[in-house]
């Protein structure tokens, strides 16, 4: 399908926030044209009058895990280990492919509405979550959560290759859990497949003092320096998290470079801590954002993680200069697309795949306009997302989901699936 937007406020990320007006094109899933308004012979199949609302790109949300829908507002209010052994595991444990299926397919539903075009998946059935994904028209690159209690190795490499492919809106990516929840065997064989494909590697990390402590009991060394000595960052990749890190764990990232997907609504409501952004960024690292899941969250809402993300590095840093909303905007679209392997969908420039979102700025909360970025960033919120398109498809439009008709049946399996998991 050909689309043209016009009179249109285009911001594209490829030169800061520099912003234009005009119009975009696309052809099929790409951007065909950005630039004045002009004629020629190309017709289009849908014409979609701006009225000077904003198209930038998407958001990627880097670090989340969909399937926990079903635990939202279920397991609030307690610390990270209580929550996941108490709360989370043993539910886990017994749900099922088709759960984790429409659980997922609920949580797009939400992505969507709040602009995200690009989602890094981490949870248990990554084949379901992919078909969930390819139903729904939505891109994602599922994470391995390996860990001590599964998948085995040799079910990732056969994911790693049979995943990998099977639908050109989905990818496999390589990771693990977390360091507490493997063995330096596991960790140790990981590497080694790791380097036999030549992947970047993905994992939570340095999320708690707790756990920090608890590597620097077992091995002598912070998560991250243990994982160096593995040789797990040789091909990149990103830590989630972040947030109890040193000089010493900043030189590896940079030198490895390792991005850090920050994820600072759960860091909060976990009370887990905050990262160090602006020396993160100072320190020249590559930063993203994620939602984490809507569990420990409960919301998967880019504008919160926006606002967030730089208000909290202010207090931390006792500087209302920290982390600018120039530069959370550019987290928030660019950078999360770069860690995820993604430079096809960074930006919004000719040839590049139409992920693109449109900003209503026809709201009470958008106006007198004056910075339209920072207006976004520190005022916008997901009511002021108008459109949604991925691969070219507009998914959602003023409120309706286009190409999904009635979502109630979404509403009511993820109910019945929910209320499987209250007792346990």
Not at 66 to 71: C, R
Request: net charge negative.
């Amino acid at each position: 399908m050909n689309i043209r937007f016009y009179n249109a406020r285009i911001l594209p990320m490829t030169n800061g926030v520099e912003m234009l007006e005009g119009e975009l094109w696309t052809e099929g899933n790409k951007i065909s044209y950005i630039g004045p308004s002009k004629k020629d012979d190309t017709v289009f199949d849908r014409e979609i009058d701006c009225k000077g609302n904003v198209l930038l790109p998407g958001f990627k949300d880097v670090h989340t895990h969909s399937g926990m829908t079903a635990f939202r507002s279920l397991a609030d209010d307690t610390n990270l280990q209580d929550w996941l052994n108490d709360m989370i595991f043993p539910r886990e444990a017994k749900m099922s492919g088709e759960d984790i299926y429409w659980l997922t397919k609920l949580a797009i539903l939400e992505y969507l509405t709040s602009g995200i075009t690009l989602i890094g998946d981490m949870y248990l059935t990554p084949e379901t979550i992919l078909d969930a994904c390819a139903d729904m028209g939505f891109r994602c690159e599922l994470v391995s959560g390996l860990n001590k209690f599964g998948p085995t190795l040799e079910v990732l490499e056969r994911r790693y290759k049979e995943l990998n492919g099977k639908d050109p809106l989905v990818g496999f990516k390589m990771g693990a859990h977390a360091e507490y929840t493997c063995d330096k065997k596991l960790l140790e064989d990981l590497s080694e497949l790791i380097h036999r494909y030549r992947s970047p590697f993905y994992v939570h990390m340095s999320e708690t003092k707790a756990e920090v402590e608890g590597c620097r009991e077992r091995y002598g060394m912070s998560p991250v320096e243990f994982f160096d000595t593995l040789g797990l960052w040789d091909f990149g990749g990103s830590i989630y998290h972040g947030v109890w890190i040193n000089d010493k764990d900043m030189e590896i990232l940079k030198k490895r470079n390792i991005s850090v997907i920050s994820n600072p609504g759960s860091n909060v409501k976990l009370a887990s801590g905050i990262a160090p952004i602006a020396k993160y960024l100072e320190k020249g690292i590559l930063v993203g954002l994620g939602t984490d899941g809507p569990s420990s969250n409960n919301a998967l809402d880019m504008f919160r993680e926006m606002y967030l993300v730089t208000t909290l590095a202010k207090v931390k840093d006792y500087d209302p200069k920290a982390v600018p909303a120039d530069e959370v905007l550019k987290m928030a679209t660019v950078n999360g697309a770069i860690s995820l392997g993604h430079e096809d969908c960074s930006d919004l420039s000719v040839g590049k795949l139409a992920d693109i979102i449109m900003i209503d700025l026809d709201q009470p909360n958008m106006q007198p306009i004056l910075n339209i970025p920072k207006n976004i960033v520190y005022s916008g919120c997901k009511s002021n997302v108008k459109m949604t398109m991925i691969d070219g498809k507009i998914l959602y439009m003023d409120g309706r989901f286009e190409m999904y008709g009635d979502v109630s049946e979404i509403y009511r399996k993820c109910q019945e699936i929910t209320e499987k998991f209250k007792d346990i």
